[in-house]
Structure formats: structure tokens, C-alpha cells
T-cell receptor, first 114, second 111 residues
Framework: GAVVSQHPSRVICKSGTSVKIECRSL??????MFWYRQFPKKSLMLMATSNEGSKATYEQGVEKDKFLINHASLTLSTLTVTSAHPEDSSFYICSVPKSSYEQYFGPGTRLTVT | GEDVEQSLFLSVREGDSSVINCTYTDSSSTYLYWYKQEPGAGLQLLTYIFSNMDMKQDQRLTVLLNKKDKHLSLRIADTQTGDSAIYFCAETYAGNTPLVFGKGTRLSVIA
């Protein structure tokens, strides 16, 4: 069964509003989770590393004030897209390392900003 | 910098074998992965191989690693229509670090 969940799976929001996406590890704890963004028919682009108990680490070109990450607990990280615009529409996926060599991905959240 | 390359498309007939190829540039890669993504879904971990291995077999899947050439391949035996998906090759130097992905190979299985 799934080891990483994401909620919601789909969300449509109006331009200017904020959207929160949750990523949960279901049967294990993780001090680190990763957030990726995937454009249609493209590969995954790492956005940021979510660290439990400390600030997230953002990749170059990713606005930290726009994409707020909170690693609330050892099983939960949230990504909030603030003041969303149509260009933020994308597929957002989290991944969670379970062991020294296993990483599991959530099912993804499709965000559509109208 | 890090780079992972894959061919974009592969089409095979049902029952044949599929071979998806990947090359990477980071010689410090320790873990190499194959993920499967079906339309609108997340990534499913298919298999992984450590850099000190040459081959790994798991049921219909065979992974070959040529570390000298930095070449990774995934062979799917007896390919079925349910195998139609995008397959991503990915690498990292440590298991708890983010993965670097290839652009994905779209596998189409013709019945």
C-alpha cells in the first residue's frame, strides 16, 4: 500500500488565493521531505527540502515567500502556495526518504489556478 | 553539473521485451532508481541499484549498471499493456538527498 500520502489530490483555486498541500509519511518518520514540481510532459524539478525543526532549503529560482514550507512534525510537511497565479498551475509531488536508499513519492497534487 | 539523459519514447509489442536506457554524469552517484509514472499519478518506485552492483533482477525487471560508462538500463520482460507509462531514471549520492531525474521515457505497448 501507499507509504506517502498527499492531500488534496486536486485543487482549483482563484488567482490571488492561497493553497495548502499536505504530505504525510504513513508508517515511518522522516526529518527530511522533498517537494518537486512537474510541468506537463516534463521531468520533476526539485523546489525545496523540508527539514523538521528548521527552515526549509530552497533551490535557486524558487521564491521562498511564495512557496511556504512547514515541516510540522516527523510525519507531515506542508507546502503553501501563496497568492497563487495561473503560472503556478502544476503538479506538485513530495518525496520522503524511508531508509538510506529508499525514497517514496506521494501521489501528487494537481493545482489549477483560474 | 549533474545530468541524467533518457530517450523520450519507446514503442514495443505486447509480449516483447522493453529496454529503457539512461546515462548519467555524476560519478559520485551511489544509488540509481527506476520510477514508473502513470497518467495523473505520482511516481512508483520500481527498483533501485547500488553503484557497487552490476545487475539486479526482480521478477520481470532487470537492471544493468555500467559504472564505467555511467549507463543504466531497465529491461522489462514480457511487456504488457499495463506497463505503458513514463519511466524515470534517477540518481543520488546518498539515500536521504534529493534525486536528480531524467526527462522520462514514454513506453507505449502495442497489443
Amino acid at each position: 500500500g501507499a507509504v506517502v500520502s498527499q492531500h488534496p489530490s486536486r485543487v482549483i483555486c482563484k488567482s490571488g488565493t492561497s493553497v495548502k498541500i499536505e504530505c504525510r509519511s504513513l508508517d515511518f518518520q522522516a526529518t527530511t521531505m522533498f517537494w518537486y514540481r512537474q510541468f506537463p510532459k516534463k521531468s520533476l524539478m526539485l523546489m525545496a527540502t523540508s527539514n523538521e525543526g528548521s527552515k526549509a532549503t530552497y533551490e535557486q529560482g524558487v521564491e521562498k515567500d511564495k512557496f511556504l514550507i512547514n515541516h510540522a512534525s516527523l510525519t507531515l510537511s506542508t507546502l503553501t502556495v501563496t497568492s497563487a497565479h495561473p503560472e503556478d498551475s502544476s503538479f506538485y509531488i513530495c518525496s520522503v526518504p524511508k531508509s538510506s536508499y529508499e525514497q517514496y513519492f506521494g501521489p501528487g497534487t494537481r493545482l489549477t489556478v483560474t | 553539473g549533474e545530468d541524467v539523459e533518457q530517450s523520450l519514447f519507446l514503442s514495443v509489442r505486447e509480449g516483447d521485451s522493453s529496454v529503457i536506457n539512461c546515462t548519467y554524469t555524476d560519478s559520485s552517484s551511489t544509488y540509481l532508481y527506476w520510477y514508473k509514472q502513470e497518467p495523473g499519478a505520482g511516481l512508483q518506485l520500481l527498483t533501485y541499484i547500488f553503484s557497487n552492483m552490476d545487475m539486479k533482477q526482480d521478477q520481470r525487471l532487470t537492471v544493468l549498471l555500467n559504472k564505467k560508462d555511467k549507463h543504466l538500463s531497465l529491461r522489462i520482460a514480457d511487456t504488457q499493456t499495463g506497463d505503458s507509462a513514463i519511466y524515470f531514471c534517477a540518481e543520488t549520492y546518498a539515500g536521504n538527498t534529493p534525486l536528480v531525474f531524467g526527462k522520462g521515457t514514454r513506453l507505449s505497448v502495442i497489443a
